[in-house]
């Protein structure tokens, strides 16, 4: 029974194998006459991450200077079309050099640049149809992914100690003034691209600057009298001048007005008083008995005494105005009231002993502001006086450029305090970073008035565009100089090959965009040389309040300190 049973089993395989042969050769000698039927090709489509991670865009930014990004794909992938069908490309098209990798399975894409790619730039990783699937398959879905390099944290220039660090930037940026400063005037022109425009007020910021870089070393002591000669001269007896004031913007070679805007044609009375901030400091410094520094002394004293601060009262009023124009009169129509930039006006008009005001119309004017008086605190630090949150820092800096606020104490007010809790609110409010800007914080901070793409505006705390100014750091050294040293040391050792040019640091910029200025103002500049000077030396402090004009003036108001 067992061997009849086996017969039967054998019999039966033999029987389906036959038929399973038949049937194949069958069905091979059928297709062969087929001759229409396509081979079957199998496309792919591609997912990715860039850095671990998807954002759903095609768009990846502030990514290390080696992004990793891994493809996956849904059929296996030849390996010899990787070179050809992956191109990274930076500017210009220029094809980077990359490391890719193929899993085992063939799935799954490496791609990893073989150097460093540079900061604040963009390339384009593309995959296109020349990848191919190991069938001969297509991508269904190329892609061009935009790879934005964030921050490289390597030094961009050798180390120097911190004190070697302030000369050299004090140094750089007093180029601007002096190699830059228009050939017959004198006089520092608004901004990099000015031509024949020249500043009132940025040129005082910069004459604050020849004594800082005679004693530096920078020039020679005749090198800044002799400009300081022409500059004088010039201001003198060929710029035009409003009841004894100076406009906001002048030619620098007829020094005939330049309107600042269509009904800005005449005085600018805070400009005029930065311009003669600068002018009584240097003529304290040049105190020599010979006749050239006896001259340049007596026609600063000229300048000054024929500014005419009691007319811009407007008919007397317990206030100073602005602006005035010799043929629409007050049409600007805007007193000067705190707090802002424009304490240094207050002080300057009480001062003058030929056209001074009485302390009436700084208690009055100046002090009457609806943003004067503060008393708030913010990030845990009291602000006496200003907007909330301060406003933007250049309103502590203009006029602490030349009066010193250590010990200076007017009204229950003590200045260094101010001062110094404005700084630190617009510090600590980029350390916070509430609008979340790439890179904001201990190391990179600053709110203030400058340059930002495509145009300008005053950058604080409540006007927060993403936009860093480096004066706004650099110039509050006598105030924060933890804090700013750190800044100095970030634009320059980590971000510098982008920021410190030829006349120091360029006026802002965004490393969110990124974005970087081209251009460097004066009034941004000049506040960097005498700042970080104050903090090193005090020596600007020291000459603009031995002024005994100042000491007198300041006390009408006042004002106490050691040095009145």
Request: proline share 5%.
């Amino acid at each position: 029974m067992f061997d009849s049973s086996n017969k039967i089993i054998t019999k039966n395989i033999k029987a389906w194998r036959l038929i399973v042969i038949l049937l194949l050769t069958s069905q091979l000698s059928s297709s062969c006459n087929k001759k229409d039927t396509p081979v079957i090709i199998n496309d792919t489509s591609l997912s990715f991450k860039v850095n671990n991670s998807y954002n759903g865009t095609l768009q990846y930014a502030k990514l290390n200077e080696r992004p990793v990004v891994v493809f996956t794909f849904t059929e296996p992938i030849d390996n010899a079309t990787t070179s050809i069908g992956v191109k990274l490309t930076g500017p210009s098209s220029f094809n980077v050099p990359l490391n890719i990798t193929l899993a085992a399975d063939g799935k799954q894409l490496t791609v990893v640049p073989q150097n460093d790619l540079n900061a604040f730039t963009t390339y384009t990783l593309s995959v296109n149809n020349d990848l191919k699937t190991l069938m001969g398959g297509r991508v269904t879905n190329p892609v061009n992914i935009s790879l934005l390099i964030g921050i490289s944290y390597t030094d961009k220039f050798p180390r120097i100690t911190d004190d070697e660090l302030l000369t050299k930037v004090q140094q750089q940026t007093f180029k601007f003034f002096w190699d830059f400063g228009h050939p017959v005037s004198g006089l520092a022109r608004e901004r990099n691209t000015s031509g024949e425009t020249v500043t009132s007020g940025g040129s005082g910021f910069g004459i604050m600057g020849i004594p800082v870089a005679i004693s530096r070393n920078f020039i020679t002591r005749a090198e800044g009298l002799t400009r300081m000669q022409k500059i004088v001269g010039f201001l003198k007896n060929t710029a035009v001048k409003v009841k004894g004031a100076f406009p906001h913007w002048l030619n620098g070679t007829t020094g005939a007005i330049i309107p600042f805007s269509a009904n800005d044609n005449g005085a600018d009375l805070v400009e005029t008083s930065y311009l003669m901030m600068g002018l009584l400091t240097t003529r304290q410094y040049f105190n020599g008995a010979d006749a050239a520094e006896t001259n340049l002394r007596s026609d600063i004293n000229t300048l000054y005494n024929n500014v005419e601060w009691d007319w811009f009262r407007n008919g007397g009023q317990n206030v100073l105005y602005w602006h005035y124009s010799p043929d629409k009169a007050w049409i600007m129509n805007l007193p000067i009231k705190g707090w802002n930039e424009s304490l240094i006006t207050y002080v300057m008009a009480a001062s003058s002993t030929t056209h001074g005001i009485p302390v009436s119309v700084y208690t009055n004017g100046w002090k009457s502001g609806s943003n004067y008086i503060n008393g708030n605190s913010y990030y845990g630090i009291q602000l006496p006086l200003g907007p909330a949150l301060g406003g933007p820092l250049f309103f502590e800096q203009y006029t602490f450029m030349g009066i010193n606020p250590n010990g200076l104490t007017e009204g229950g007010i003590n200045y260094l305090t101010q001062a110094k809790n404005h700084t630190l609110i617009n510090y600590n409010y980029c350390k916070a970073n509430p609008k979340t800007w790439y890179a904001y914080g201990d190391s990179c901070w600053g709110l203030t008035a400058s340059d930002i793409e495509g145009g300008y505006t005053a950058s604080s705390p409540n006007n927060d565009r993403g936009f860093i100014a480096p004066t706004a750091a650099l110039s509050s050294f006598p105030f924060t100089p933890t804090e700013s040293m750190q800044a100095l040391k970030f634009f320059y050792y980590i971000i510098g090959d982008k920021i410190f040019k030829e006349y120091g640091f360029v006026d802002a910029f965004s490393l969110s965009n990124p974005w970087f200025a081209t251009s460097f103002l004066a009034i941004d500049q000049g506040p960097i040389i005498t700042m970080i000077e104050n903090y090193r030396t005090g020596l600007v402090w020291n000459l603009f309040t031995s002024c005994p004009e100042v000491k007198a003036g300041m006390l009408s108001l006042g004002f106490t300190a050691s040095y009145l």
